[in-house]
């Protein structure tokens, strides 16, 4: 539960028209079992079918972004955004977003220079799609933009702009691009700044909206799991009705010619990280962009990447990244380097360049080992509805229609030859295409804590007018959606239950084994091993985690390149990590070659070589990322609020974690020690795998009595336990760097595990309270009426074996509105205390709760990951069952009473870190 501390780390409205009387969808083109329709009014459908998906992806995108927005009016397009859940003509105010809450899994909207998308992750069902169908089209051609919203949401916006610039990336991508065509075209940001914001009028938002929102400047996208004939009808049902207009012309983005901007060298004082980029960028030339997608890979792949080879293990700096932006207008391939103070940064410059620019030509086998990466991950993209919806979504925008682009790029990548690529690469990673990032820490004089102005008037609420309690919508229909979703997982429960073998090797290993179907044609495997107890452990933190980083990385037989081929061979992955007093290990194949790597991978777990150039590099890299100041806002609150927490003893795994301990603990670790850990305590006797996908059952089982059954040690194991403990309210303002955002981190414990008869009752609680961005208590007092964030979560962590848990809030918001967003917390859960939720919270919530869980099951990945926890707990599908039916049991009564009984402001720990805080 609190181990999460140890670690720090986006009606009809047609009545009168029959079917019969609407013009019919007009197949355009079909390719890749993606087709494309039109209808007579301009609107195309882009229809990708995949019946193994548990979910519908849609995305319905207007091709007009900031780039239209008018001279003056930056941000235009994107308040219009915003704004476009405030309500339509038939669907009024707040009740179109609660219908996008009802039916949708996930809703979101984006704006960027070329278009601007509207997103609904929605149940394969006709019904739930034909209502969010009726929506977009109501958002399109009914759209009501009501004035009283437009200045809460340019505060929330200019929020998103605050989070966006706090970034240091962000902030030397904006340089780049003002230096590349100054305040105009791609040098202003789609998000707007607030002067230009503050001066948009309503009838330049509808204007507009009237000029862009039309059928014939859009697309709509939809994959996974659907009947197309029936999504076609209501597609034209909702849009045929909706006229075609004229378009207005759109804006044209200057020709770029990057050896006619002058300034090339760029640095960025925010955070803590050093990092050098040489950015390559130049203009349009689409021919060469498949060539230029092959760079990352080929420069950072681990360990045959060229950079990483030159830089990382030769220890010129802690590690490289790379990736790129190519779009219909420029190219652009980052280079870039992260590095630690101790390290040479005039030798990282010039490192950067020569290992670029005059890097070894690529081979053959490089580029057949990139090519295989690609065609991975292209099949994996295939199988995901988001993944092949979010593609088509932007090779529509980027391409100007021609979504087939893709695949065609795609094909190009795979005809390559080495010398194409080279010539390719040689020919735009030049001098003269190359801008200079500097990132740099914080400056010193800006992490001293400044005086806050007191304000000149109070603030005020932006929902300035006083607005009537809306009206109690119908329940029933929330209670029916309840019921189906409990009888459908049950039944999902039962089907799933009977596929499932569990049982336990002769060394006591226990093990599930799920033969069924997947999605993506992969064989999915999670091997959890745990071992020895928090007092043998004791100190030894840093010592797992590098013996999990070394396990998979080289045998006695196999080289980490052997390796990382064979796993690219196999289409899947393999990876190991610590966890809590153990370490779980990933394995995933295609189908077909999944028993062959499962065992070539078990035989590395059994004879790992330990390299020590391997851990000499890991060592060097983990000091080097611990040499940093730890000064950013949500960096200061959680180390500020896991120090007030803390009760266990340093050394101890459940130790949250400190930056100086950690330091100290990797001086003094040696590979030596990773060994013996290794050879004491690495064991199966108590550990759990699981296996889902196609495979035949019984051939699994005999290679899991084989490679596991005698593996056994005679060393203790005691599972690392969390114990409740209440604290006293505290409240602490801490002091970070120099920042737009601070960080708002509260958490209150609970003596309640998953087990216990209260939790389905706090579970849907803390729904209610912070689950939506939009109209959950939260969001609607720290976003929506006093904009005083932009994002913000609560959750609900409750231990799986003790009566312990927590509840936990977390915020970014505007430095200096720190007492703020806490009157606004307390405000929150004390009308929860004093007035309880309200039947249609309560309703809403269940039904959504048990939606996000019958989809879940779903998806056998998804399965596959409860099954250890399952095995560890002697638990099996129908206890997913039984809080099934305790979500549907629920009423307003159960939830308030336990609001009352857990729910205790006076033990809220809070901690605030910005630039007005105190120094700790």
Avoid at 282 to 291: D, H, L, S, T, V
Wanted: proline letters at 3%.
């Amino acid at each position: 539960m609190l181990m999460r501390l140890k670690k720090l780390t986006l009606s009809l409205c047609i009545l009168g028209f029959s079917a019969s009387t609407l013009a019919q969808t007009v197949l355009v083109k079909s390719e890749h079992n993606i087709e494309e329709y039109k209808l007579d009014n301009g609107l195309r459908i882009l229809l990708a079918p995949n019946d193994k998906e548990s979910k519908v992806f849609m995305n319905t995108v207007y091709l007009t972004g900031s780039l239209n927005d008018p001279q003056g009016k930056g941000g235009l397009a994107h308040l219009l955004e915003h704004l476009a859940f405030k309500g339509t003509q038939d669907v009024k105010g707040e009740e179109f977003q609660r219908r996008l809450d009802q039916y949708t899994l996930m809703t979101n909207a984006s704006t960027d220079y070329y278009s601007t998308k509207y997103t609904n992750i929605v149940r394969p069902d006709q019904k739930t799609l034909n209502e969010v169908i009726y929506l977009e089209a109501q958002r399109m051609d009914k759209l009501v933009l009501q004035e009283k919203f437009v200045p809460s949401e340019i505060n929330i916006v200019m929020r998103e702009r605050e989070v966006r610039m706090d970034q240091p990336f962000a902030v030397l991508m904006d340089q780049m691009w003002k230096a590349a065509y100054g305040n105009k075209s791609l040098g202003r940001l789609p998000i707007g700044d607030l002067p230009e914001l503050q001066s948009i009028k309503m009838d330049e938002l509808n204007k507009f909206y009237k000029a862009w929102y039309a059928p014939n400047n859009a697309v709509m996208v939809i994959s996974g799991k659907f009947d197309k004939a029936e999504v076609l009808k209501a597609i034209d049902k909702n849009f045929s009705p909706i006229a075609a207009r004229q378009i207005p012309q759109q804006a044209v983005v200057p020709l770029l010619d990057s050896a006619n901007i002058k300034n090339r060298n760029f640095i960025v004082k925010k955070g803590s990280d050093l990092a050098k980029f040489n950015i390559y960028m130049n203009g349009k030339n689409e021919k060469i962009q498949p060539a230029l997608a092959l760079a990352p890979y080929l420069y950072t792949l681990q360990p045959s990447g060229h950079l990483y080879s030159s830089m990382v293990e030769t220890g010129i700096a802690t590690n490289v990244q790379s990736t790129t932006w190519l779009d219909d207008d420029f190219n652009l391939v980052f280079m870039g380097a992260i590095y630690a103070p101790n390290h040479d940064a005039q030798k990282i410059d010039s490192s950067l360049i020569s290992g670029v620019e005059q890097n070894k030509k690529f081979d053959d086998t490089e580029l057949k080992r990139v090519k295989n990466l690609m065609s991975n991950a292209n099949d994996n993209l295939m199988s995901s509805a988001a993944a092949v919806g979010g593609m088509l979504s932007d090779y529509v925008v980027s391409s100007h229609g021609n979504w087939a682009q893709y695949f065609k790029d795609q094909q190009d990548i795979q005809n390559m030859t080495a010398n194409e690529l080279n010539t390719t690469l040689k020919g735009f990673l030049t001098a003269s295409h190359r801008f200079h990032g500097d990132i740099q820490p914080t400056p010193e004089d800006q992490k001293k804590a400044l005086e806050k102005k007191q304000a000149t008037e109070k603030p005020k609420t932006l929902d300035q007018q006083a607005e009537q309690p809306e009206p109690l919508k119908d329940v029933s229909v929330y209670q029916a959606e309840v019921a189906q979703y409990v009888e459908k997982s049950k039944q999902y429960l039962d089907a799933t239950e009977k596929k499932i073998q569990r049982g336990t090797l002769k060394n006591g290993m226990q093990y599930a084994l799920f033969p069924t179907t997947t999605r993506d044609d992969k064989t999915y495997a999670t091997i959890d091993i745990n071992f020895g107890t928090a007092e043998s452990l004791m100190n030894k933190a840093q010592i797992l985690d590098f013996t999990a980083y070394l396990l998979l990385r080289a045998s006695d037989q196999y080289s980490l390149q052997n390796i990382a081929d064979k796993t690219i061979e196999s289409g899947g992955g393999a990876t190991a990590t610590a966890t809590d007093n153990g370490i779980s290990i990933q394995i995933s194949a295609k189908k077909d070659k999944f028993e062959d790597f499962f065992k070539y991978i078990v035989s590395v777990m059994k004879n790992p070589k330990f390299e020590q150039t391997q851990f000499d590099l890991i060592k060097l890299q983990s000091l080097s990322s611990l040499d940093r100041p730890y000064t950013e806002p949500e960096t200061v609150a959680s180390l500020t609020i896991a120090r007030l927490l803390e009760t266990y003893q340093p050394g101890d795994l459940r130790y949250h974690f400190e930056p100086e301990l950690a330091k100290k603990q990797i001086q003094a670790a040696t590979n030596q020690q990773v060994i013996e850990l290794y050879k004491k305590y690495f064991a199966m006797q108590n550990a759990q795998i699981s296996i889902t996908g196609q495979y035949d059952p019984k051939s699994i089982k005999i290679v899991l009595d084989q490679q596991f059954g005698n593996w056994k040690n005679n060393q203790p194991y005691q599972r690392l336990s969390t114990e409740f403990t209440a604290y006293k309210a505290q409240k602490v303002h801490a002091l970070s760097e120099q920042r737009e955002f601070g960080s708002y981190q509260a958490l209150q414990t609970i003596p309640v595990g998953v087990d216990n008869k209260d939790a389905a009752a706090l579970i849907v609680f803390s729904y209610i309270l912070g689950d939506s961005q939009l109209s959950s208590r939260l969001g609607q007092e720290l976003r929506e009426k006093n904009a005083l964030v932009y994002g913000f979560g609560s959750s609900l962590d409750l231990d799986s074996f003790n009566e312990a848990g927590a509840l936990s809030i977390e915020a970014n918001y505007t430095a200096g509105k720190s007492p703020e967003v806490s009157q606004v917390v307390h405000k929150v859960l004390n009308d929860l205390l004093t007035k309880g939720v309200t039947n249609q919270e309560l309703e809403a919530a269940k039904a959504n709760i048990m939606k996000q869980r019958v989809t879940t099951l779903e998806d056998e990945r998804v399965i596959h990951r409860m099954l250890n926890a399952q095995l560890e707990r002697n638990k099996k599908m129908d206890s997913r069952a039984v809080r099934d039916q305790e979500f549907a049991k629920l009423t307003k009564a159960d939830v308030d009473a336990v609001i009352k009984k857990y729910i205790k402001p006076d033990q809220l720990v809070e901690v605030m870190a910005d630039q007005y805080g105190q120094a700790k």
